[in-house]
């Protein structure tokens, strides 16, 4: 597998494959381009903690989601696992 550098979100390697997904940092239905790669559970917990209107407005940066108070704990478990580690993601809506 092809090593893809750090997770901007979780600060974990990045390995490629199914393990990795691009966050439009806006979303594509509010006309965002700009993507980051992201392990595929770190994407999951943004979309399943934070709404479509939230991101574009609110959380539109890795350092604003960092700063959001279910995602700085889903980080802080998240990073005692290992890079290909995948769960699924329960809604929170």
């Known amino acids: 597998m092809t090593e893809l550098g750090d ?3 979780c600060g974990r390697k990045l ?3 199914s393990s990795v997904n691009q966050h439009h940092l806006v979303p594509r239905s509010r006309n965002g381009r700009d993507t980051v790669a992201l392990h595929r559970i770190c994407h999951a917990a943004i979309h399943a903690i934070l709404s479509e209107k939230e991101l574009e407005r ?3 940066t890795i350092g604003r989601l960092r700063e959001h108070p279910q995602l ?3 980080i802080v ?4 696992k290992p890079p290909e580690f995948w769960v699924r993601t329960r809604r929170a809506r």
Do not use: H, I, K, M
């Open 15 to 17: 390995v490629g494959g």
């Open 58 to 60: 609110q959380y539109n």
């Open 7 to 9: 997770c901007p979100l």
């Open 72 to 74: 700085r704990r889903f």
């Open 77 to 80: 478990w998240v990073r005692r």
